[in-house]
């Protein structure tokens, strides 16, 4: 049973809790009432003050250390939590509660008495409070979480943002995240699957197994293991996810079931192969946020971000650098997502000042050990990675710490290969930690790949880590130069041309162009997919800006340009898309670079139909006259440049070829006056559960339709039959909290965050600015 809702909350000031507030008798009536996941932070007011470092960012310039405001997202996270709900439980043998995620230090008490903790805020776990519970009365659940301050490099989240479930056993029964379903052989005609079971109290079970096609097998055992032979199994594909479910049943009736995959990974020198067929991986890096309602699990908005990345082409996932909420697994398992699963980004040495470090020599073998055992089932996850960019790559012993997290990993898991995202070159090679991998995974080092795959010639390689291009979306800033290193704007933006990265990253097509050159990589994963909560790259020192521009994506889920750099390149959808907008009151008789993704052969450039020229992509060039030279050929590889064009208002058109006949035009007129406000639902219905969020789209245009893309009118949202939770113009630099109504529009646009209530019916959602039209739409809660 999920407990989500009636529990009451307060937060404290860190180290000032009164042990009696996990107490049955305290009195808690003035405290609020929320609903779990929660996420008490995200609640809050931006402000520069909410923990701040200070800190050197070296691989920036950065000459001293500096204070950094937006860090971790600027939100009001540091703190301590105390979370009360009343459950009557009735009586059972065992009684457990089964926690998804709490973000960190958690005390979990029952009836006043602790019962258990958990130290990883991104672990789950399982707390037996059998012996605590007054059986059939009402019991005091009584959680303790805190965030202490610089305990990340992003944002966090805080309090128990995952899912919490209250599990009744008998008392013989299976462990928690007791079965796994092994994968041990697969050929051409058959597959062995070894059903092994943690039973305690018991020995024997019956495993029934159902086959995607609706075939069903029974097998039972007296022991704790059966062996299950498939003929001519129905294999897990990204274009074809077919899942397994195996529902395993004790002899006093009480059963569990499990979803799993069968598929063949290959990692080879000449690249990945699932099953059977060379794919690269078209990967993102993701933090766990969710944008607008911060770090609390929603199905709804994570299904929503897998679709958009699907969208351009994403095939892979790296759960940077945490191990994620269970419901993505089971997403990316349904909707065909290959996921780069990972434990850490501080081993022993510490990159912030209350990091995961602290607890490493205590916890991280049996922390790998429980996160393993959870995940250990989805066919979506096909490789374990052991840390991110870990301090100890550039110290002479950090190879015995990587050799004994590799052997754990082998111990618990040996059907999965080990990586880490290694990014100190050369000395993740002369100091070794490259060895204790399976896959080399190297963070933005594409101009490496061909050296080390020709030197070390038992390795096989992958980009863990890529590109870090950064950017708002649609803003612009002149000229349209490759930026590479010291960025800076006075508005706090970054230019939407693509072409910006900080010194340690590149601009997209870079990368592109290494992972064409060199088929043996087996893909990237791109930081990142959607902007993030946190490291405001490159505005560090500068506020507002409190979070990340790298996403392709913006944090409310617009694309940004290099959305469709990826559409164009990892897709065969037909692609056409022309930027910048053409509004540029204020350069009459200047030039305004104009610049295309398409995956089209050719594509001409009218302005007010007059033909600027026709472009095609570059051949790969290998003598450069200069950097800016060879930086120009990759880009010129894969988008399209008119670099000289003159501004009129009136219009942009690019027509595209192909075979020497036009296949699509797209046209981007100058917008007139903000009208009206034109409204799209993400979804037609969503499910009437109280929890379920739709994402409203609102776009400022003008009387003819076109979007005004530097509008910024404050627009308001109100609702009938749901509730509308929090707005986000995807705007970094954006100090108002996301939980109002009402906010400004950025480059002419702002979504809400509409969640349905218990009621079904029909929902329907107003947004109105002053001097607009509003606009109105409807969608189904059922
Ligand atoms: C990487 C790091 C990421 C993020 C990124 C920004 O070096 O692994 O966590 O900080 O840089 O470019």
Redesign the pocket.
């Known amino acids: 049973m999920y407990l989500k809702t009636d529990f009451k909350f307060k937060k404290f000031e860190l180290d000032t809790i009164d042990e009696n507030v996990f107490a049955a008798d305290f009195d808690d009536s003035d405290w609020r009432t929320v609903r779990i996941p929660h996420d008490w932070a995200v609640e809050g007011d931006f402000s520069a003050e909410n923990d701040p470092t200070e800190s050197q960012i070296i691989e920036d310039g950065m000459k001293k250390a500096q204070i950094i405001t937006g860090w971790t997202g600027g939100l009001p996270m540091v703190g301590a939590g105390v979370y009360r709900k009343w459950v009557k439980i009735e009586k059972t043998d065992k009684v457990f509660l089964e926690f998804d995620g709490v973000m960190w230090n958690s005390r979990i008490y029952i009836n006043g008495k602790q019962a258990g903790q958990n130290h990883f805020g991104y672990k789950s776990f399982s707390v037996d409070i059998t012996d605590f519970v007054n059986f059939g009365e009402e019991n005091l659940i009584a959680v303790y979480a805190e965030v202490r301050e610089n305990s990340g490099?992003?944002y966090s989240g805080a309090g128990i943002y995952r899912n919490i479930r209250l599990v009744s056993k008998p008392e013989a029964h299976i462990a928690y995240n007791g079965v796994w379903v092994r994968q041990s052989y697969l050929d051409d005609n058959m597959a062995l699957m070894d059903i092994s079971v943690e039973l305690v109290n018991t020995s024997g079970f019956t495993a029934k197994i159902t086959a995607p096609d609706g075939q069903e097998f029974e097998l039972t055992t007296k022991g704790n293991a059966v062996l299950l032979e498939l003929e001519n199994p129905i294999l897990w594909d990204v274009d074809s996810p077919k899942l397994y479910t195996a529902e395993i049943t004790l002899e006093n009736g009480y059963s569990e079931s499990v979803k799993f995959g069968i598929r063949k990974c290959e990692f080879t020198r000449q690249g990945f192969f699932l099953n059977g067929r060379y794919l690269k991986m078209n990967g993102v890096c993701m933090h766990h946020d969710l944008g607008a309602i911060g770090a609390a699990v929603n199905v709804s908005a994570i299904k929503r971000q897998i679709e958009i990345m699907k969208g351009m082409g994403v095939n892979a996932w790296r759960t940077?650098?945490n191990p994620p909420t269970p419901e993505l697994l089971q997403l990316c398992d349904e909707m065909g997502i290959l996921v780069m699963d990972e434990f850490f980004?501080e081993w022993r040495l510490e990159k912030v000042k209350n990091g995961y470090a602290k607890t490493f020599d205590e916890h991280a073998k049996q922390d790998v050990i429980d996160i393993i055992k959870r995940d250990r089932n989805h066919p979506c996850v096909i490789m374990w990675s052991t840390g991110?960019?870990i301090r100890e790559q550039w110290w002479e012993e950090g190879w015995i710490t990587a050799r004994d997290l590799y052997d754990t990993v082998k111990a618990t898991d040996p059907t999965r290969p080990v990586t880490a995202?290694l990014?100190a070159y050369p000395d993740c090679y002369t100091k070794h930690i490259a060895f204790y991998t399976d896959i080399v995974g190297l963070?933005?080092k594409p101009h490496t790949y061909t050296t080390n795959y020709n030197k070390y010639t038992d390795q096989v390689l992958l980009g863990s880590?890529t590109e870090?291009c950064i950017s708002s979306r649609g803003i612009y800033h002149f000229p349209a130069e490759i930026r590479i290193g010291q960025y800076r704007s006075d508005d706090l933006a970054v230019s939407d041309y693509g072409l910006e990265a900080?010194p340690?990253?590149c601009y997209a097509e870079r990368e592109i162009a290494a992972q064409k050159d060199n088929p043996f990589v087996m893909g990237e994963f791109i930081?990142t997919g959607f902007d993030y909560l946190g490291?405001p790259?490159p505005y560090y020192t500068e506020w507002p800006s409190r979070s990340s521009y790298?996403g392709v994506v913006d944090l409310a889920g617009l694309p940004k340009n290099r959305y469709y750099l990826y559409r164009s390149v990892w897709t065969d959808i037909p692609t056409l898309h022309i930027f910048p907008h053409w509004n540029w009151e204020n350069k009459i008789g200047e030039n305004v670079p104009v610049h295309v993704y398409t995956n089209f052969d050719e594509v001409e450039l009218f302005v007010n139909g007059v033909s600027q020229g026709k472009r095609t992509f570059a051949e790969k060039k290998t003598e450069f006259a200069d950097r800016q030279d060879e930086w120009r050929n990759q880009i010129e590889r894969f988008r399209l440049m008119w670099d000289n064009v003159v501004y009129e208002p009136g219009e942009i058109t690019a027509v595209a070829y192909k075979d020497g006949k036009e296949a699509m035009r797209k046209t981007v007129k100058t917008a007139g006056a903000p009208h009206s406000i034109r409204l799209s639902a993400y979804s037609q219905s969503i499910a009437a559960d109280g929890e379920a969020l739709n994402f409203i789209t609102a776009e400022v245009v003008d009387k003819d339709g076109n979007i005004c893309p530097n509008a910024d009118n404050r627009i308001t949202f109100t609702a009938t039959g749901a509730e509308v939770y929090a707005t986000d113009a995807g705007d970094q630099r954006e100090t108002e909290t996301f939980l109002r109504p009402d906010k400004k529009a950025m480059s002419g646009m702002l979504v809400a965050v509409v969640r349905s209530t218990e009621t079904v019916g029909e929902a329907t959602v107003t947004a109105t600015a002053d001097g607009l039209q509003s606009g109105t739409i409807s969608f189904k809660c059922e």
């Open positions: 490099r992003w940077s650098h980004d991110n960019e995202g990014s963070n933005y880590e870090s900080p340690w990253a930081w490291e790259t790298f």
